[in-house]
């Protein structure tokens, strides 16, 4: 009945995302919502998938190459710049986050909320309206409870009569479980 993190996380953007458009990965890592994405947007859509780590750009390049996936950009940057790989006309379908550090890679390269921020910010100029941004929020690593309440702060006061914004996740369970913040430009 209640869907996990992840399966929640994916069909928010199945409901909003249409075939076609352009979408953001902004933290591809190993690259699964990279290939949920590509599916979803279809031949003619755009996948634009943002990693710092050369580890994951290239798992997600392996990934990729073994699906044969050719909608989608691989970009070695920070997600952060993303308007630079965007044309002024271009409007984001939407996007996904997985906050934190790369599973199997290492833990001291994190996300950070200031650049999250300015990300999330970006993005949601180029959002088209009913178009969704989904956080899921890892807070359980050194420097992941600095970053969620910087990315909570951010989006409380995003303003309602343009942003609806919406907090889900599990509240009884242990080790600090990841939670999902969306938001929803109307
Ligand atoms: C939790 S992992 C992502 C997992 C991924 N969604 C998957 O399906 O495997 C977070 C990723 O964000 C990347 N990252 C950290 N800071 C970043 C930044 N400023 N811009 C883009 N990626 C960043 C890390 O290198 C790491 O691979």
Redesign the pocket.
């Known amino acids: 009945m209640i869907k996990n993190i992840i399966a929640f996380s994916h069909q928010l953007l199945r409901e909003s995302v249409q075939p076609g458009d352009i979408v953001i990965?902004?933290?591809?890592?190993?690259?699964?919502?990279?290939v949920f994405l590509s599916n979803l947007v279809g031949e003619n859509g755009h996948v634009l998938a943002?990693?710092?780590?050369a580890k994951?750009i290239e798992a997600v390049r392996m990934k990729l190459t073994e699906q044969h996936i050719e909608n989608t950009r691989i970009i070695h940057d920070?997600?952060?710049n993303v308007a630079v790989y965007l044309n002024e006309v271009d409007r984001i379908g939407g996007a996904i986050f997985?906050?934190?550090?790369?599973?199997g890679?290492d833990k001291s390269?994190?996300?950070?909320g200031e650049?999250t921020i300015i990300a999330v910010e970006t993005i949601l100029e180029l959002l088209k309206n009913n178009g969704v941004i989904v956080l899921v929020i890892?807070h359980g690593h050194k420097g992941g409870v600095q970053e969620k309440e910087a990315v909570l702060q951010y989006v409380k006061q995003l303003d309602q009569q343009k942003f609806n914004a919406l907090q889900y996740g599990f509240i009884n369970q242990i080790n600090n479980p990841p939670f999902i913040i969306a938001i929803e430009k109307k």
């Open positions: 990965d902004a933290t591809a890592g190993n690259g699964h919502d990279t943002f990693d710092i780590q994951a920070s997600h952060e997985n906050l934190g550090y790369l599973p890679g390269i994190i996300t950070h650049s890892y």
